[in-house]
Nanobody, 119 residues
Framework: QVQLVESGGGLVQSGGSLRLSCTAS????????MNWYRQAPGKERELVAG???????NYADSVKGRFIISRDNDKNLVSLQMSSVQPEDTAVYYC?????????????WGQGTQVTVSS
């Protein structure tokens, strides 16, 4: 079955760095777009960063220049390097995979990993 397993969350001080990882299985990772979303308490889930099958990336304005998304298709791994984190980056971070096939679009979600930034 499809699995997305996130790791790397935790408590970090403002201005620090953290690296999130997501290991995927059960679908064709190399041809899927991979994304990181986050959801803070009382807020809607928002897209943080995405990387398509060709390696092109996109970022939310709030994290541009601070976060970097990358993928390793040999390891079915997508990562999010977070730098200069701020308290407003506190949220549950979710790994998302999106694949398109003849049958339509399939989306997959991890269970989420908590990131807490202390001021």
């Amino acid at each position: 079955q499809v699995q997305l397993v996130e790791s790397g969350g935790g408590l970090v001080q403002s201005g620090g760095s953290l690296r999130l990882s997501c290991t995927a299985s059960g679908f064709t990772f190399s041809t899927s777009a991979m994304n990181w979303y986050r959801q803070a308490p009382g807020k809607e889930r928002e897209l943080v960063a995405g990387i398509d099958r060709a390696g092109s990336t996109n970022y939310a304005d709030s994290v541009k220049g601070r976060f970097i998304i990358s993928r390793d298709n040999d390891k079915n791994l997508v990562s999010l390097q977070m730098s200069s984190v701020q308290p407003e980056d506190t949220a549950v971070y979710y790994c998302n995979g999106r694949s398109v096939s003849w049958s339509g679009v399939q989306e997959y979600w991890g269970q989420g990993t908590q990131v807490t930034v202390s001021s």
